[in-house]
Nanobody, 119 residues
Framework: QVRLMESGGGSVQAGGSLRLSCAASGTRYCMGWFRQAPGKEREGVASITSGGSPRYADSVKGRFTISRYNANNTLYLQMNMLNPDDTAMYYC????????????????WGQGTQVTVSS
């Protein structure tokens, strides 16, 4: 498994922006961001293949951008136009196949970073 460590979370007002980073100890074909709000299931936010093909949840399309820098095994999530519904713990994940926004496809997970958006 690859070790993952997220950073960049925080508290912002609605309409603001945050950039999440995830440092990985190695590379995997697929890396993604998931989030989990209190009392809700973990859901996929965005994923990206090693070739740079992204996939987004409908709820974040046009607002979030996922990117990865393979040279130093770093994953990013630029989040713009944040709203209170984006409040959650955000997790970085890595997998070897599929790259869909399905938690079952990812075998390595970070500890998470909290994002809180106030209205």
């Amino acid at each position: 498994q690859v070790r993952l460590m997220e950073s960049g979370g925080g508290s912002v007002q609605a309409g603001g922006s945050l950039r999440l980073s995830c440092a990985a100890s190695g590379t995997r074909y697929c890396m993604g961001w998931f989030r989990q709000a209190p009392g809700k299931e973990r859901e996929g936010v965005a994923s990206i293949t090693s070739g740079g093909s992204p996939r987004y949840a409908d709820s974040v399309k046009g607002r979030f951008t996922i990117s990865r820098y393979n040279a130093n095994n770093t994953l990013y999530l630029q989040m713009n136009m944040l709203n209170p519904d984006d409040t959650a713990m955000y997790y970085c994940a890595a997998g070897v196949a599929g790259c869909r926004l399905d938690v079952n496809l990812y075998s390595s997970w970070g500890q998470g970073t909290q994002v809180t958006v106030s209205s």
